[in-house]
């Protein structure tokens, strides 16, 4: 764990050495960890030594990078949970004979389906991936962190939690106070740093509102989420930006790989960079090739961690990456836009594929409609299809709601090229969300 000194607490970095290491000597690193993982988890986790003897692979054919790309297997969420549910509660994916290490119990929301069950050792939970970000964009341990969450099972807010102790700052946890009672709390106790999912950052500010309270005007200087697609988006960023005053962070990561994984860059708010003290990348392709850098395809992690690594996960999740040095002075890779959609919830009309992603985009620029939507995805007699449910912005009299309705279906016609059903609902129609939002609902082929 880093101190904090008057050497380093006007540095842009939390740990210098790591972030700006030359690419050369970085992937030198990855190889000797990555090495050191497949050993251990041969030898000590069933899941993966039935899986490469199955390959037919063993730790030391492993002697590059390429040779890991190549000979080792990708593994799915699917793939854990099944060895899961034949032996529970944690089958072959933990280290056998670990019991003494398990100091932490999570699971995946299961948004996507059956929730994956997760065992970590406290090693893992401090990664400090959160405070690579927060110190980046000059957070400091004079800063005070609201915590507006329940504190369940929702693994991103304990990381972070456990990240902001070990940057040194005061930490307040809201509990299960209710977003009025939280509200107050904000004023009373005034924070710097509120932690909250994108959707109920914004719910916050709009129950403030309703109490006659100006969110921008609160202590809250900083606003940092993860759980869904954030502020990497101009759209959203912009919007929360406005409510509250203050400046906003985004941070992508999976449950399943144990939080954090990338987060906004300080010198360009389209990026995010991976963590890579934490998680080595690749990007393949439909087919399981590599992705040459500055391409698109699908982000494949490996995690370093001790008792329930994932190596080569299939996250689902398209992106572009890159691997050249940013100007933020960091050689760490990074990704342009974040999470531009999902494998798995892209749907294709008349030839042109659609993601969720894009259509809330378009639902951003479009003047006159809140950040509250849904997103169905559904199979009809023609085909997959999308229809969009949008709340329109508080200030919008019904009799323009037909009028909104109609811009927007253009604007999706003209931007994506297909034709998607519009319904404008009315305000405050939607649910709210105190952790994670559901706003995508794939329901192609159910009855």
Known sequence: MQLYTDQVKD???????????????????????????????????????????????????????????????????????KSQTDNPPFGGSIVKGSEEYHTFYFQT????????????????????????????????????????????????????????????????????????????????????????????????????????IDASETSIKFVTSAGEPGYVLPTIREVTEKAWGAKVLDLYGLSDLWGSTSWHCPSHLDRLHLTESIAYPMVLDEDGGMVPEGGKGEWVLTNYATVMPLIKYRTHDIVEWHKESCDCGRTWTWLRDGVLGRTDQMVTIKGTNVYPTAIQTIIGETAGLSENLEIYIVTGPGGDAVNVKVEPAPDVPAEKHDDLKSTLANEFRYKIGVAIKVEIVPPKSLPRYEVKAKRVFDNRNKK
């Open 109 to 212: 929301s299961g948004t996507t389906g059956t929730p994956l069950k997760e065992i970590g050792y406290y090693r893992d939970m401090l990664s400090t991936g959160w405070v690579f970000k927060w110190w980046a964009h000059g957070i400091r341990p004079v800063d005070s962190f609201y915590f507006a969450f329940p504190f369940g099972t929702f693994m991103a807010f304990w990381c972070a939690y456990y990240d902001a102790v070990a940057l040194g700052a005061q930490v307040v946890t809201s509990g299960g106070l209710t977003t009025e009672q939280r509200v107050r709390q904000i004023q009373e106790l005034k924070p710097t740093v509120l932690v909250a999912t994108p959707t109920y950052a914004m719910r916050i500010a709009e129950v403030a509102r309703d109490m006659g």
């Open 11 to 81: 540095s842009p970095y939390w740990n210098e050495y790591l972030e700006t290491m030359p690419r050369e000597k970085l992937d030198q690193l990855h190889l000797r960890r990555l090495q050191r993982l497949i050993k251990h988890a041969y030898e000590k986790i069933p899941m993966y030594q039935e899986l490469y003897d199955k390959a037919n692979v063993k730790p030391e054919d492993i002697k590059t990078l390429d040779d890991f790309r190549v000979k080792i297997p990708s593994i799915d969420k699917p793939d854990v949970v």
